[in-house]
């Protein structure tokens, strides 16, 4: 566990070398540096995910997280730096094209549209698929979670807050994402259903997507992630794999309190 520097071994390795990264499929974005206004809220931001493996954002309040994944989408311009996916220049297009190449966002919050049945909500996403995939799309993704056939014709809006999260991840994997962006999914869920959507969420580096999730239960962040990056005040003030950074108790108070410290920016 060290600040970042060229790495070794494993998935780490694989997305440091330009041309390997290329290969791999994995998004690397490089040097970021993202203002709103006159403040800047992320400052030299180097952050890589490989198709396959699953990656904790984590940080305060504050950090950068969230910008850093709106920046990954495309809805928040860099003023340097530059973001990649398999070797693509990412870094000028918009939020659809990217969307098109595999990068997929589950926002924060309540994801789901409260007023959709359960049917309509995963129609939603199946909308930047193409036409003649659709069903089959659909299909596959209530295999995967087959609670949702026996409540298709349900207002989301009157589903559990996991079931809610859990329907706007499987709208997200209608379009089978290369790269998925997961936004402090649970928010004030209980951590027992956290722990069984970080399961989704991990299962899904056994089909190669490449996940990244930005989670308030650190520990259980942890327990499901190949590697974490803890962002402060828009930098990454460490960055290594998860397995070692759950033992470190003394860089976990230290990165939160510091954070803690400088009071609440968000
Ligand atoms: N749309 C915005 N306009 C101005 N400042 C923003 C905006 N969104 C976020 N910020 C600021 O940028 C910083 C990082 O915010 P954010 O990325 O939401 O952090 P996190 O997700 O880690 O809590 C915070 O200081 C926040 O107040
Ligand atoms: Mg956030």
Known sequence: MTAPEPGRGGTHDRAQDPARAAASGALVAEDL???YGKVTVLEDVSFRVVPGEVVALLGTNGAGKSTLLRTISGLVRPIAGSLALAGEDLTRLRPPEIVRRGVLQVPGGRATFPGLTVAESLTVGALTVPRSEREARTAEVIDRFPWLAERRDQLAGTLSGGQQQMLALAR???CRPRILLVDELSLGLAPVVVGELLEVVA???????????VEQHVDLALSFADRAYFLERGRVRFEGPAAELRGRRDLLRAVFLAGAAAGPTG
């Not at 299962?203 to 999730?213: E, K, M």
């Open 172 to 174: 997200a994997l209608v």
């Open 203 to 213: 299962s899904l580096r056994t089909a190669g997507v490449g996940v990244v999730v």
């Open 33 to 35: 540096r993202v203002a």
